[in-house]
């Protein structure tokens, strides 16, 4: 996303500029949706779930819920060209006072939620920024190649703070500048690239032979291992990874143009974010199974296992420094992205100047994330707060005001691309937004506490 009127591309969006390529869009998109969530935190509860039936349950949540909710985003962000808050406002004007307080509430939800976020993931993301320094062969910073080093180096505050603190920097100048652009020219460069080197890695582990044990763990479901909190866990996974339930995919839906569907890019994105994630999975485990190791190794899966890879290849250590360039560079553009939505709420809602309203935002998750950096209980805990809680609610609340309150022809015509008039398709995406998408996230949250017996029981 970037700032009106320095926008790559130049298609005009109603006042806004808008990307000048589909493929533009889609990269730039995808450059928030791809980033830690697929390539460490899907192999590593995937892992904890013991795979197959996991990995099910994920694509169900993508497909019946995250989908849906994308089209939703771009739809509210297409149509209400605004961030989250003014674009419910703008598109729910003739509700009177539940417009006032879903756009308020939702907006205001979205701006807590992409702070806490960004506090954790840019601990994750100064981890990875250590991992290329030390792959470059930085003087002091060394990788660590055993779980027990890497959960010594997860305990070193020092690192930490450091870590995290310049990637929280780095976001915050992208922020401020405005240059949002610049970095999606390169997601147009850098994501296919990613996908290359993956689908690299894996016709290398095939070619080992490796790749079947991690297939068969990744494919063959097995139920006995589901427990209520996976199915929470993998709606929480697919809100995180396809960047959905905070407001982020509404920004990049109000810089596309107004005229044509939203369906194909959300397909598109979501198809990338969730292959990228299978790829690395694939990747991730067949190294692992190989080793004779076991898949519940928690967040080290990739900074242990990848880097044990490398250090076993010709060239090891040019395929170390590229991999873990393309990580940041996926880490980055996932949090620009998170930052943007408190950014453009103060800019939008208080004509705050971009830059001040970066260097707030910036100084405060960074002072939210030092607790992070200290503790890894307490990023453990935001993390299960925002991805299990705050983003289904999230979630839930755009579905009922797409669903119900947003008026037929700019929902119609975001998701058709005509002027007027529903299709089959959209009729059925609008059914399973008003009555799907909510009722799962509720079931699912009162599977999670054990009210659903409870409720069934008393309702006899
Ligand atoms: N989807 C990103 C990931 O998988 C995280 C993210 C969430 C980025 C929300 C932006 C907004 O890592």
Known sequence: MSDAGTNAGGAKTGGRRGFGTKIGFIMAAAGSAVGLGNLIRFPYITGEYGGGAFVLVYIAAVLLVGLPLMFSELILGQQGKSGIMGAIRNL???????????????????????????????VLG?????????????????????????????????????????????????????????IERLCNLLMPMLILFLIGLLGYVAYEGWLNQAVSFLFTPDFSRLSPKAFLDALGQAFFSLSIGMGTMVIYGSYMKQRGTVVRDGVAVSFVDTGIALLGGMVIFSILFSAGQKPDQGLG????????????????????????????????????????????????EFNLSRRLAAALFGLAIWGLGMGCAVSLDFLNQLDSIVS?????????????????????????????????????????????????????????????????????????
Not at 153 to 176: D, E, G, P, R, Y
Not at 388 to 400: D, E, K, N, R
């Open 301 to 348: 899966l990739l900074f242990v296992t990848l880097p044990n890879l490398f250090a076993e290849l010709p060239a090891g250590s040019v395929l170390s420094i590229f991999f873990f360039a393309l990580v940041v560079f996926a880490a980055w553009s996932s949090s620009i992205s998170l930052l943007e939505v408190p950014v453009s709420f103060l800019i939008e």
């Open 388 to 460: 299990l809680y705050l983003l289904p609610l999230g979630g839930m609340l755009v579905a009922i005001i797409v669903g119900w309150m947003v008026k037929a022809d700019p929902r119609d015509q975001g998701f058709t691309g005509r002027d007027s008039g529903a299709s089959p398709l959209s009729r059925c995406w609008l059914f399973t937004l008003r009555f799907i998408s909510p009722v799962l996230i509720v079931l699912i949250l009162l599977y999670k506490f054990e009210l659903l017996d409870w409720l069934l029981a008393s309702s006899k």
């Open 126 to 182: 100064g981890w990875t920024l250590h991992y290329l320094f030390g792959s470059i062969g930085f003087p002091g910073v060394e990788i660590a190649l055993s779980k027990e080093a890497f959960e010594g180096f997860q305990k070193n505050l020092q690192l930490n703070i450091v870590w995290h603190s310049v990637f929280m920097l780095l976001t915050t100048l992208v922020v401020a500048g405005g240059v949002q652009n610049g």
């Open 92 to 122: 729910t004007s003739h509700c009177g006072i539940a417009s006032t307080i879903m756009s308020i509430s939702t907006g205001l939800l979205a701006v807590i939620t992409c702070c806490m976020f960004l506090a954790f993931y840019s």
